[in-house]
T-cell receptor, first 112, second 109 residues
Framework: DSGVTQTPKHLITATGQRVTLRCSPR?????VYWYQQSLDQGLQFLIH???????AKGNILERFSAQQFPDLHSELNLSSLELGDSALYFC???????????FGPGTRLTVL | GQNIDQPTEMTATEGAIVQINCTYQ??????LFWYQQHAGEAPTFLSY????GLEEKGRFSSFLSRSKGYSYLLLKELQMKDSASYLC??????????FGPGTRLSVLP
């Protein structure tokens, strides 16, 4: 158990819908990262927040957005969902000056 | 994944030693990291290198050569539970990582 929690574990929805994925980092970690992992691709970095502020953006679609709240939990919002958005979505957290990122168990999103 | 290459699949026998290579084309990062990921599960942090050379952690060791753009993960005394994907990633502390495509290792009895 990495100490990072994600909800829900599974999510099944239809094309065109909107969903929100939630992540709580390890106690004391200020950074939260979101990654997408689909069957034919590796882990793709989406976005990074540090202490409530956006730090870096990766291959994140305009239909996707995220935020980090004062209690440091983060939410990833996916809208106008398409079949190709079906994937595992992981969040990870880290301490600023420490190596390694610690991953949550992921949310498996299925878009039908 | 952004100029990081790894072999797609490898097979090895229980009890053996296997070396999983990772090559990259970008400089200017703090560390080279290795993660293990079982199918459908979260990646778990195994090892990292900041300086050139070998870092040993029990059955796992990782090596880095920045001048050659090359790293490897060495797994000794392979066990069946080591069957998993192994991801290398380059990154800086407190910043996002760029992951390689992963190597799927199958350990056979």
């Amino acid at each position: 158990d990495s100490g990072v929690t994600q909800t829900p574990k599974h999510l099944i929805t239809a094309t065109g819908q909107r969903v929100t994925l939630r992540c709580s980092p390890r106690s004391g970690d200020l950074s939260v990262y979101w990654y997408q992992q689909s069957l034919d691709q590796g882990l793709q970095f989406l976005i990074h927040y540090y202490n409530g502020e956006e730090r870096a953006k990766g291959n994140i679609l305009e239909r996707f957005s995220a935020q980090q709240f004062p209690d440091l939990h983060s939410e990833l919002n996916l809208s106008s969902l398409e079949l190709g958005d079906s994937a595992l979505y992981f969040c990870a957290s880290s301490v600023k000056d420490s190596p390694g990122q610690f991953f949550g168990p992921g949310t498996r999103l299925t878009v039908l | 994944g952004q100029n990081i290459d790894q072999p797609t699949e490898m097979t090895a026998t229980e009890g053996a030693i296997v070396q999983i290579n990772c090559t990259y084309q970008t400089s200017g990062f703090n560390g080279l990291f290795w993660y293990q990921q079982h199918a459908g599960e979260a990646p778990t942090f195994l090892s990292y290198n900041v300086l050139d050379g070998l870092e040993e952690k029990g059955r796992f060791s990782s090596f880095l050569s920045r001048s050659k753009g090359y790293s490897y993960l060495l797994l000794k005394e392979l066990q069946m539970k080591d069957s998993a994907s192994y991801l290398c990633a380059r990154g800086n502390y407190g910043q996002n990582f760029v992951f390689g495509p992963g190597t799927r290792l199958s350990v056979l009895p």
